[in-house]
Nanobody, 124 residues
């Protein structure tokens, strides 16, 4: 059974950091682009960051650029999201996703594989 499992979420204060992890099992995703999306209450799921298969190309939403860093370890079948200088508006459920292409994609509909999400709450 293919699974993407996120971890690392929690309750933090403004300015704090968190590192999210997304571990894959059931198949290798080394040839898949990997990404992070988030969804706040009452809002649509939105793109956060994506990384190419080789890890050399990354895309970020304007709202997180300069604060968040996506990375991957293909040997561990895992993708990470380092989140620094967190703001209350970063509060959301964060989802990892995978798509069978080499180049990073930014649309929700481009992704077939999704994790169950991890809650990130940033208090002011």
């Amino acid at each position: 059974q293919v699974q993407l499992v996120e971890s690392g979420g929690g309750l933090v204060q403004t300015g704090d950091s968190l590192r999210l992890s997304c571990a894959a099992s059931g198949r290798t995703f080394s040839n898949y682009c990997r990404s992070w999306f988030r969804q706040a209450p009452g809002k649509e799921r939105e793109f956060v960051a994506a990384i190419s298969v080789d890890g050399f190309t990354t895309y970020y939403s304007d709202s997180v650029k300069g604060r968040f860093t996506i990375s991957r370890d293909n040997a561990k079948n895992t993708v990470y999201l380092q989140m620094n200088s967190l703001l209350p508006e970063d509060t959301a459920v964060y989802y990892c996703a995978a798509a069978p292409v080499a180049w990073p994609l930014i649309r929700v509909n481009d992704y077939r594989w999704w994790g169950q999400g991890t809650q990130v709450t940033v208090s002011s």
